[in-house]
């Protein structure tokens, strides 16, 4: 995402609820925001899934992941990931849970990968798509800057 897109997106906030304009601290919360919607698009895509199934199910997806485990990927991945530092409260909120749910999310996950080593393989290919796709967004915000 470019920084001509992140100020629209902060223009268009600021319209709706009419505030004043703190830019360094709203400029931070919408590179959050278009980090973690980033993280968690290519986690759905690469389960193709939507997004309010992640949001509101305890059920399967599919035979071999449970929402939670897909909500589990995003969480670790975003942590890993996300250039800046971005609470667990932050990337919890995203998908409708709590911190609480992201640590406990983290470690069934990470069991999983030693019991299950096919979760292994695809977190590792997920994280290769979202090292991609943010080096590229880094790189086009910080040659436009």
């Known amino acids: 995402m470019e920084i001509e897109d992140i100020i629209k997106v902060l223009k268009e906030r ?3 609820i009419e505030k004043p304009i703190n ?3 709203d ?3 919408a590179r959050e925001s278009i980090y973690l919607s980033m993280v968690l698009e290519i986690v759905c895509k690469y389960f193709s899934v939507d997004l309010e ?6 059920k399967s997806a599919n035979k071999d ?9 995003y969480y670790k991945l975003s942590k890993e990931n996300c250039p800046i530092y971005i609470s667990y409260e932050t990337i919890a909120k995203v998908v409708g849970k709590d911190h609480c749910a992201f640590i406990y999310g983290i470690r069934q996950i990470n069991n999983k ?3 299950e080593p ?3 393989i695809d977190y590792e290919n997920l994280n290769k798509q979202i090292k991609s796709a943010l080096n590229i967004s880094v790189s086009a915000s910080a040659s436009k800057a």
Do not use: H
């Open 14 to 16: 600021f319209i709706l």
């Open 23 to 25: 830019w360094e601290k």
């Open 27 to 29: 400029y931070s919360k």
């Open 53 to 58: 199934p992640i949001m509101n199910s305890k």
């Open 65 to 73: 992941y449970s929402y939670a485990d897909i909500r589990a990927f």
């Open 113 to 115: 990968f030693e019991l």
């Open 118 to 120: 096919d979760k292994l």
